[in-house]
Each structure stands twice: as C-alpha cells, then as structure tokens.
C-alpha cells in the first residue's frame, strides 16, 4: 500500500506535484499516467525518498522511505534501467545489491530465472540491450521479494514481444498480492495493463478511478459477413449487442482488442474493428486537455 497525503513539490517557482492525496492498493496493478512533464516521476521519486516533499506526506506501508528497515524488502523499483555499474556483470550487481540490503544470494538465481536472464548472468550489465536492461532493473526491484513495486515507463523503447512481457509480469505481481505502480504515457498500454488508473497534469490529480469505470461509454463498431454469428459469440461473453444492419454490429462491454481476439478465435472474418465512443485514449485527451504543457499542432510532424 502506497499512501500520499497532500503530496507536493515545488522548483523554485514551479509546482512539480500539486497537493497530491490518493492511495494506491495492493493486488491491482495502478497506472500512473500524465502528458510529459506532468510530475509522475518527481511523485515516484518522492515515494522513494529520492526527493524531498515541499509538503506532504508520502508514506509506503505506512512509513515514509527513510525509515523503512531494509527497504528493498518492502519497495522495489524500477526507475532508470541504465543506472547500472557497467562493468560489473549481471549476476555481479545483483549480489552487490543482495549483500548490501540483507538479502541471501540465493534470491539472484530466483530474480534471473523469472526475469529470463538466467543464461546472461556472465554478461556486463553495461553492453545489455535497452530490453535486457530492463529485464535486470526489473530483477533488481523484485530482488527483496517486496510486496510493492514501482516501474517509471517500464515498457519504453521495448519490442512487442518485449511490451507484452512486461505487461504479463506486473498481471502476475498484482496477482500474488503486491502493490504494482507504474507510470506510462501510453494509453493504449494501460488499457491493456492495469486494473485502476490515476491521471494528473500539471502535477494535479485529474482522476482516480477503476480501468471500467474510465471505459464505461465505449461502444465498438463491427462489421462482418458473419455478423449474426459473432453476435451470439459476443453476448455469451456477456457483451451488449446491437444488430444495426445485415453485416453490422454496435457492441458494448468489452474492450476493442477483446472484441478482435473473439472474432479470431472463433474464425470470424472482420470487415471493420473500430471504437465508436470515447476509449481510453480519448478519455484522457479529453481529461488532460487543459494540463499539456507542450502541445503539438494539428497536422505537424510527430
Ligand atoms: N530537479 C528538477 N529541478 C527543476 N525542475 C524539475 C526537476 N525535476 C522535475 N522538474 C520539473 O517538474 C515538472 C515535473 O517533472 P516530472 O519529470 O516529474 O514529470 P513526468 O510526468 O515524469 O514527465 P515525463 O513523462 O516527461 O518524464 C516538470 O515541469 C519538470 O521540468
């Protein structure tokens, strides 16, 4: 459990986090999201007594950072993949890390299997590819077998295959109970990630609230010359499904992506996939609209 209780940090005359106040429960992965620039990283940091609040409190089971025992037991965190000794070897930084926080050494062995490292053990953790970085930054959090963990973009610069491994990884570490907190600009990845969001902007809290409850109005447009077909399949997923022509279904209660995977599944042919409403992309454009700091112009280059 992470609490934060009026959290807020001040550079010179600039509010990096704004009178924050939200807890952040175990057994859900939370995603942290904001434009650049919105303070998720300076609000981290802050939990992690990196930084020192303004004012406020930022507390992790009930303790703020400093005073924690042994704290990567408690908190393990991924912030910076690169920050790492690079000519020490992998299975080297982790012993450091080990030795120097109480922890056996067996726990290395343990981290690199889960984070599919085993076999680069020998290797400099400085000649790692961006992905295999954070693979080691994530065995380092796990390292204390904390009950919460903290991933700052964990999936950035991250191949597919590399995105949805990482996804499967915070799933499963809510899943056995921990507190999973982690930030991301990418609207579609949290769609697919986490159980409850926080968003701000301009270091303010914009929302606080469960995945489903963001996604309520979204509505998927499919078309397919095996409409009736899926729309058995879909209202038997527990799916609301409006029949608007021959090939045409408007479908509610299920994300876009789940909507597809049916379809496949099943061996439906789709004409159009396509959200109608609101998605959580647009919920959050909507919602952040007045708090991008740098915003870019219809039609320039991206
Ligand atoms: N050490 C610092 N000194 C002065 N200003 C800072 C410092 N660190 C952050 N800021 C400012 O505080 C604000 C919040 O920054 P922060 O890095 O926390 O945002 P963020 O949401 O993590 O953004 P990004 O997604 O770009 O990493 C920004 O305006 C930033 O310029």
Redesign the pocket.
């Known amino acids: 459990m992470i609490n934060l209780a009026n959290l807020t940090k001040r550079?010179g005359d600039?509010l990096?986090v704004d009178d924050l106040t939200l807890s952040i429960r175990p057994g859900a992965v939370t995603g942290f999201l904001?434009p650049?620039?919105?303070?998720?990283?300076?609000?981290m940091r802050m939990i992690l007594g990196l930084d020192r609040p303004t004012s406020g409190t930022a507390l992790v089971c009930g303790r703020p950072y400093h005073e924690i025992e042994r704290p990567l037991r408690t908190v393990g965190a991924l912030l910076d993949a690169r920050a790492v000794h690079p000519g020490r070897s992998v299975r080297g930084h982790l012993l450091a890390l080990a030795r120097s926080n109480g922890i056996p050494a067996r726990r290395v062995a343990e981290v690199l299997e889960r984070v599919g490292l085993a076999a680069a053990a020998g290797r400099r953790a400085g000649a790692l590819s961006l992905g295999m970085s954070q693979r080691l930054g994530i065995a380092a959090a796990l390292l204390g077998d904390p009950g919460v963990l903290m991933f700052d973009e964990p999936v950035n610069g991250l191949d597919p295959d590399g995105v949805r491994w990482v996804r499967n990884l915070m799933r499963s570490l809510a899943a056995e109970g921990r507190t999973v907190f982690v930030s991301s600009?990418l609207m579609s990845e949290m769609q697919l990630t986490a159980d409850h969001l926080v968003v701000i902007g301009r270091?303010r809290l914009i929302a606080d609230a469960p995945l489903a409850d963001l996604l309520v109005a979204t509505a998927v447009l499919v078309r397919s010359p095996h409409a009736g077909d899926l729309a058995v399949r879909l209202a038997a997923e527990g799916c609301e499904v409006v029949r608007r022509a021959e090939n045409e279904l408007v479908v509610t209660g299920a994300p876009v992506e789940r909507i597809g995977d049916l379809a496949h599944e099943a061996g439906i042919r789709l004409h159009e996939l396509s959200p109608r409403e609101p998605s959580l992309e647009q919920a959050y454009q909507e919602l952040t609209a007045d708090s991008v700091?740098y915003r870019v112009s219809e039609g320039s280059a991206r």
């Open positions: 550079y600039r990096a904001g650049n620039g919105a303070g998720k990283s300076t609000t600009h270091g700091e």
